[in-house]
């Protein structure tokens, strides 16, 4: 199923106003915006070769560590998120709600501004021919856990792990940037002053 218009029409406008990091971040926001004007189904997964994904990278309350997930079907650490849904209304909703479902963590407190665009082939969603793998079109946001915050591994995970920002397991440039991007948002007071 195709997700609601009002939320191709909320990533539109989130990406268009958003002021990317850089040129490669840049690039790719101009990448999405088209992708966006070229596709209604956009950000449905049924979308090939492409489509727009939420993610999540979830610091701690002390900002020290991050909720990271052994993808089940990847095998490999990552920030909580996946595939927006017909009844996601907004972009930073999907982001929100894949969170909670993933992590078991109530009361995140997710900054509505993106952090960081990601551009990456996932093999395990299919192809579109036989040379050409989906292509997930990934808005990752940031977000703070409350203090003393517990969470429980989904089904989509193999293990869901607490990691110093400094430690990450097998640390990817991709995860790397992103959690230096997330890092700046929450110490230059944008994070608070956003919500």
């Given amino acids: 199923m195709t997700p609601h218009l009002d939320l191709h029409a909320d990533a539109l406008a989130a990406l ?13 926001r101009q990448r999405y915006v088209e992708h966006l004007a070229a596709h209604p189904d956009g950000l449905d997964r049924t979308c090939r070769p ?15 560590t991050a909720l ?11 920030q909580l998120g996946g595939h927006c849904e017909p009844g996601d209304a907004t972009l930073v909703g999907a982001a929100l709600r894949e969170a909670t479902e993933e992590s078991g963590l109530a009361g995140l407190r997710l900054d509505p501004a993106p ?8 093999p395990f969603c299919g192809t579109n021919g036989p040379a050409r793998p989906v292509h997930h079109l990934d808005v990752r946001f940031v977000a703070v ?6 969470h429980a591994i989904s089904e989509e995970s193999l293990d869901l792990r607490w990691w110093p920002l400094d430690a990450l397991p097998d640390p ?21 002053a956003r919500r």
């Fill in 115 to 122: 952090v960081q665009l990601s551009e990456h082939a996932v």
């Fill in 172 to 192: 990817q440039a991709d995860l790397v940037e992103l959690v230096e991007l997330a890092r700046a948002r929450v110490a230059d007071g944008g994070f608070e």
């Fill in 16 to 28: 268009t106003g958003w002021r990317a990091p850089g040129r490669a971040q840049e690039a790719l």
């Fill in 145 to 150: 856990a409350p203090p003393g915050a517990v």
């Fill in 68 to 78: 990271l997930t052994l993808h089940a079907k990847a095998r490999a650490w990552f």
């Fill in 50 to 64: 492409d489509h727009l994904t939420a993610s999540t990278l979830v610091l701690d309350a002390d900002h020290g």
